[in-house]
């Protein structure tokens, strides 16, 4: 068991894996392309391999061997009615881009899934999808699964979205993608911009600038089959460079992690708050860039962050509050109240299970309010079957007195499946 007083530091390399967005999208994408795709550096998390299921219970056929993914499809048109409800467990991701493309196609489809993801709002994507023509159903005034889908055709929509949503925004696109006529899409902040790039690179023509806030596409256009390379996770990284920085006496060096402009809020707040990380080897420009982050331990302060950056760090917020404790004043996290309907409500557990450590910390209405250097105490907490959340505290344990124990675990195999290893790995 893990605690303060053994930890002397964090040191080494890691590789963490492959993105969760991209390795979701390069699977549907390389679904609906004609010939074959080859994915390597693909996320084996349960979360992409619920993607990956779905789409071989519509036909597609699809080799998985280690990190490397091989897809064989002739597109759309060739997906075959599933015989039972397509699972996405616990990916919304999953869900709400599937939303997009099954609403064009030719039967119909229902999606289920955990009981996390039954509680998560779909009316975000339902309501545009119908102004698209969609024959959609969902539960509770049209918010919840299952999501039943008809299948028609559908037509393109001028739509600006209300939240800044990279999944509502990319399961319209993909809507758009068989649509007649032109879908355009704007958002209110940047969101998360790997579909565009995704579909530039499956031969897709999109109007799109990284810089823009409104993305367009002509419908029926076909994708052709790719080799894709998968950066590794800046979400999954983002927990080593926080532990680097809080535990002292570290220095450790993260390699081949994905720097996608619309990712790297946290390393931009970490650096304005005190941190020293510094970005090498880039490579991939144009495409998704990557690079080798390293981190050494400083003193962080606190800082007020809100507005546009947001989105850029939305699923980091968990890990940036535990660094917020051990910075010196107050820190404001505002403008967050997507935090509710993640995984689990992360403002509601982020603050319950840091709140149990002894920070100092509570919540608002769209954020929360951390003061700073607080004497974390080891105790018995738990992830809420949220993988965030469990990589949270299990960061938490190594600058907390005595012992934690992290409850339920093993959800941490959402999205990072080798965690504790690569975790014992720098401690040793
Ligand atoms: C994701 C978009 C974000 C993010 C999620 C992955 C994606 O969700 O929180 O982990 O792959 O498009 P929202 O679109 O709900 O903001």
Known sequence: MINKTIVKGLNGKITVPGDKSISHRAVMFGALAEGKTTIYGFLKGEDCLSTINCFRDLGVQIKVDQDKVEILSEGISSFKQPLSPLNVGNSGTTIRLLMGILSNINFPTTLIGDSSISKRPMKRVIQPLRQMGAKIEAKANDNLTPIKIMGTQLKGIDYKLSVSSAQVKSALLLAGLFADGITTITEPEKSRDHT????????????????????SLKGKQKLQAKTISVPGDISSASFFIVAATIVPNSDIIIKNVGLNPTRTGLIDVLKTMGASITVENIQGEGYEPYGDIRVKSAQLKGIVIGGEIIPRLIDEIPILALAATQATGTTIIKDAQELKVKESNRIETVVNELKNMSADISSTDDGMFIKGCSNLKGTRVDSHNDHRIGMMLKIASLVAEGQTIVDNENVINISYPHFNQDLKSLLE
Do not use: Q, Y
């Open 196 to 215: 565009e790039r995704m579909l530039s690179n499956f031969g897709v023509e999109v109007n799109w600038h990284p810089d823009s806030l409104k993305i």
